[in-house]
């Protein structure tokens, strides 16, 4: 992947799901959380979760403005 598209992973709400899975699959696991470093996630279950609704919430809220402009034009 191009340097200049690595931004790219912080919009993504699959980075976020993936991250509180393994944190919830991972934490009491008797090796400790090292996989979970291992992979460099640092957010922790909830701070993934966090993270994931407020994409939810901003992709949602796109959404409602493009379809407010959308009706606008078209009345």
């Keep these: ?5 690595g ?6 709400p699959f980075r976020y ?5 393994m944190w919830n699959q991972y934490t009491d696991y008797e090796l400790g959380t090292g996989i979970v470093d291992q992979y460099g ?13 407020a ?3 901003v992709a949602r809220a796109g959404a409602l ?9 078209l009345e």
């Design 41 to 53: 996630y640092h957010l922790g279950l909830w701070g993934a979760f966090g993270l994931l609704a």
């Design 7 to 12: 931004w790219f992973q912080y919009t993504s």
């Design 55 to 57: 994409v939810g919430l």
């Design 65 to 73: 403005f493009a379809l407010k402009i959308l009706v606008k034009k």
């Design 17 to 21: 799901a993936l991250e509180s899975l």
């Design 1 to 5: 992947m191009p340097n200049w598209l």
